[in-house]
């Protein structure tokens, strides 16, 4: 079947693996990479599928209803995957207009540039989909009280070695919203907003809520490309707090292959929750990084480990991040496919591969800023 989907972010991390995926898996879709390309956008991400005939890029603000509805019209679009946004905590931190702006107005613009195109069709809603990409901060933070570590209550392809849960509690698709971050107050406000035009005009819309992704063509102001590049370059490796704080790591094309899922077979109105059940600890995990980064480069075992610098915490730092994404596995069978210290040495190979797209980031500019955010740290 022939559909023309819209992917907005698709310059960027997740986006990018979004945008492969689909072009590359349905030859009959118009797909439409809408992005405005922000610092974190980065068309070369995408440069193995720019030349196909099922690609289009368009360079645009999801803040502008106008030219958005023009495009719906235009494209005759009948899908959306929204997944452009505003990501880095510690941006929004510093910055929190700029996120209210293009997570908040920016979703509400394409919300209301779809209902008007979608219901002024004489078969209106049929067949349409509205997929906003979320995060699992919007829940808030769950409590370490096993800091040590306990036999999870599951484990998937993708949980590690030896995995084990630093409390009892998880986020469910139940729990009640709790963002404590500008990002995610954000995030969980665009969120709110998405389920409210399913709830107020019949618009079927679905909400996914993610943990922490890793892999391929992240920006290097997240953890994990920013120490794997640190690492390479023998620079500090800054650790905020002591490094106690947990996230729950899934490999980016395992979520993409989620999106795939659940933009075809998900029901309306639902909200999944994904994650591979993958918990660490930032200082667990920055060894993992150090240990792999090492090996690969011919160092000798804990050669970077003098690069660890404790700093300031960030204000406000969620203590643990643990999602059940049981609903999703059993309902639509997804599985997360890649186990995590397997995908570790995949994307420390691939940064250290691709060290021209990194150093393309990291130079000039970026360093400039990069300097002045982490200043006084
Ligand atoms: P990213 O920062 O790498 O990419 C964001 C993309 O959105 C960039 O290409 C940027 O140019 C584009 N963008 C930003 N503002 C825009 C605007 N006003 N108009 C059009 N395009 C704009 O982000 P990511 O890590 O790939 O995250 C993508 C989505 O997934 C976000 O909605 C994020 O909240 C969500 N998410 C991310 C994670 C994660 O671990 N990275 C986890 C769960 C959910
Ligand atoms: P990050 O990749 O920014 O993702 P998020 O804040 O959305 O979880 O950070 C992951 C964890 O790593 C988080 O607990 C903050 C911590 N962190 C550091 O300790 N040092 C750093 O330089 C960065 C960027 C993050």
């Known amino acids: 079947m022939k559909r023309n989907i819209v992917i907005t972010g698709g310059a960027g991390f997740i986006g990018s693996h979004v945008v492969r995926l689909f072009v590359n898996k349905y030859p009959e879709y118009n797909i439409i990479n809408l992005d405005k390309l922000t610092y974190a956008g980065n068309l070369a991400n995408l440069k193995d599928i720019e030349d196909k005939p099922n690609y289009k890029f368009v360079k645009m603000d999801i803040c502008d209803f106008e030219a958005f509805y023009q495009l719906m019209q235009d494209e005759k679009i009948d899908g959306i995957i929204h997944l452009a946004a505003e990501s880095h905590v510690d941006r929004s931190i510093k910055d929190p207009f700029t996120f209210a702006k293009t997570n908040v107005m920016g979703t509400l613009a394409l919300l209301q540039a779809a209902k008007l195109y979608w219901e002024s069709l004489p078969e209106k809603y049929d067949g349409k989909r509205f997929y906003h990409i979320s995060t699992d901060e919007v829940y808030g933070a769950l409590s370490m009280n096993h800091p040590e570590g306990i036999e999870p209550p599951f484990k998937t392809a993708a949980s590690s070695e030896g995995h084990k849960a630093y409390g009892d509690d998880f986020f469910y698709e139940t729990t009640k919203y709790n963002p404590h971050s500008p990002y995610s107050a954000s995030k969980a406000s665009s969120d709110h907003f998405v389920r409210a035009y399913h709830d107020t005009y019949g618009m079927p819309t679905i909400v996914t809520n993610c943990s922490n992704n890793y892999g391929p063509y992240q920006f290097p102001e997240k953890l994990i490309p920013l120490f794997i590049n640190n690492i390479r370059n023998r620079k500090p490796l800054p650790v905020y707090g002591k490094g106690e704080n947990v996230r729950d790591w899934l490999y980016v094309e395992d979520h993409a292959r989620a999106i795939d899922t659940i933009f075809h077979e998900g029901r309306i109105n639902e909200t999944y929750n994904i994650g591979g059940f993958n918990e660490w600890k930032n200082i667990d995990l920055i060894k993992v990084m150090i240990k792999t980064v090492d090996k690969i480069l011919g160092n000798p075992e ?25 609903k999703l596995q059993k309902e639509l069978g997804w599985e997360p496919s890649l186990q995590f210290e397997e995908g570790i040495e995949k994307t420390v190979r691939w940064y250290l591969d691709n060290q021209e797209w990194m150093d393309n980031i990291t130079s000039g500019e970026y360093e400039k800023y990069y300097q002045d955010m982490y200043k006084g740290r």
């Open 302 to 326: 804990g050669h970077s480990l003098d690069l660890i610098t404790y700093v300031t915490d960030r204000l406000g730092h969620d203590a643990r991040y643990a999602i059940d994404s049981t």
